[in-house]
């Protein structure tokens, strides 16, 4: 038996600096030919390579960008959390926000990019002892730099605690695909 393997893949280029839109000014020529279902567009945005997935029936301009995370599971990886790091945390007028302490954490097996989301994924005995604490923990992600935030009382000891990263789409990537 023998096997064709056929590779087709087109690139263009987003530069917002110059106004260059290679996918626009391809559209608008009258004979071009809409991307081929499984066919792979790359994408330079800015200067970022992004990945499309031709469907057949969209333009160019209309197929959404993929994330490795949508072919790709994310790793598990965890967090540490210092019981003397934590410092109050801030408004973003400088003010303190009561009851609420943050800490940097650093995390040292995944890619943090500013638009990776950091999920905390606590163990069932974790949770019970937060509960009984009296505290929330949560994850913010600024620019590529993670900080959990505890809501209650600063915690007194140090916690390793399993985390998930995923790539999202920024707000502004969700309104040009939409």
């Known amino acids: 038996m ?12 987003k530069d917002s600096s110059t106004g260059r839109d290679d996918w626009a000014e391809y ?3 009258p004979n ?4 081929l279902e499984g066919e792979l567009v790359l994408e330079y945005d800015d200067g ?24 790709i599971l994310p790793k598990p990886i965890s967090i540490t959390l210092y019981s003397d790091k934590w410092e109050q945390a801030t408004d973003d007028d400088g003010e303190l926000i009561a009851d609420t302490y943050k800490q940097v954490v ?9 638009n990776s989301k950091v999920d905390l994924n606590p163990t069932p005995e974790q949770l019970a ?18 900080a959990t935030y505890v809501v209650g009382d600063v915690l007194t000891e140090t916690y390793t605690i399993q985390a998930v990263v995923t790539e999202v789409i920024a707000e502004d990537e ?3 695909n939409e």
Do not use: C
């Open 2 to 13: 023998s096997y064709k393997y056929l590779v087709q893949l087109r690139r263009g280029w």
């Open 27 to 29: 559209e608008a020529d």
């Open 32 to 35: 071009h030919i809409m991307p």
């Open 48 to 71: 970022v390579p992004r990945l499309k997935i031709g469907n057949g029936i969209s333009e160019f301009s209309d197929l959404p960008y993929i994330s490795v995370d949508s072919f």
């Open 106 to 114: 650093i995390v040292d097996n995944a890619i943090i990019t500013p």
């Open 129 to 146: 002892t937060f509960f009984e604490l009296g505290v929330v923990l949560t994850t913010v992600n600024t620019n590529g730099t993670v």
């Open 174 to 176: 969700v309104t040009e």
